[in-house]
């Protein structure tokens, strides 16, 4: 069996649990597939969490793996509702793309970004996945790990995407350290040719870093001559909104 059709058999068995439970005769009879080979691949769903066995009853259902991945989609959608007039404000008064990135592990995902009102715009980064240290947002985000866990980070190869991006190490740690004084970094054409960017931190109720806020545009016209720290001012102005609608939000909760 191809591993396509496998993927694709797996799939039709969690699409018939999606309905309810269901035994290995019924789910076998909804999918037109041996009885044998459900039972199989229901083995190995289960090895992996992604279906369990209903209790009291030999019917299998769907599993806490599945249900951890819609949450995740949930808690995304969630988030991206929330930053997203944040950002279009952000885009308004800066003139260039804004964005909002989590962390994912050693990378960073690109939530959402709100387009420019230019008409000369950037490419859309929404849904890529790169290096922490390749972007400011990634690096806004290393800077408050733990010193072990940035030393173990920096340990590794670390790879550079064009001519302009920092790989070495103490640099970089002179960026993290000016970051935690300042509170935005900027980077020009370190991820993409042509591209520069600036983002601030983003905090939970506890204090601990959670995402960035970014805004990027095209080298030539982005930051105006002169007005690149007065920009970053702007975008963590926005970063501490975002911060304190946190922690809102968690008072509410908890009230």
């Known amino acids: 069996m191809s591993s396509v059709q496998s993927i694709e058999r797996a ?50 259902r769907i599993g806490a793996g599945i249900g951890e991945l819609a949450g995740s989609l949930d808690a995304s ?15 308004m008064q800066l003139g260039e793309a804004a964005g909002f990135s989590v962390p994912v592990g050693y990378t960073t995902h690109y939530l959402v970004q709100v387009e420019s009102p230019n008409p000369v715009q950037v490419r859309d980064f929404s849904g890529l996945v790169v290096p922490m240290h390749v972007g400011p947002s990634g690096l806004c985000m290393m800077a408050y790990w733990p010193g072990e866990e940035i030393t173990r980070y920096l ?11 920092v790989v070495d190490t103490k640099q970089i740690m002179e960026r993290l350290e000016t970051i935690r004084r300042r509170g935005w970094c900027w980077i020009q054409e370190e991820y993409a040719e042509g591209i520069t960017s600036v983002a601030s931190p983003v905090f939970d109720a506890m204090g601990a870093v959670y995402g960035a806020v970014h805004v990027h545009g095209p080298t030539y016209r982005f930051p105006e001559k002169g007005k690149a720290d ?24 908890l009230a």
């Open 230 to 253: 007065a920009i970053g001012r702007v975008v963590k102005e926005a970063a501490v909104r975002l911060s304190e609608r946190t922690r809102d939000r968690a008072s509410q909760r």
């Open 155 to 165: 340990s590794r190869p670390l790879e550079a995407f064009t001519s302009s991006t």
């Open 77 to 91: 959608a969630s988030l991206i509702v929330s930053v997203r007039p944040h950002l279009a404000r952000l885009a």
């Open 11 to 60: 799939f039709s068995i969690l699409r018939c649990l999606a309905l309810g439970p269901a035994g290995v005769t019924e789910i076998a009879a909804n999918v037109s597939l041996p009885k044998s080979t459900v039972a199989r691949m229901l083995a190995t769903l289960e090895a992996i969490g992604a279906v369990d066995r209903a209790e009291d009853s030999a019917d299998y």
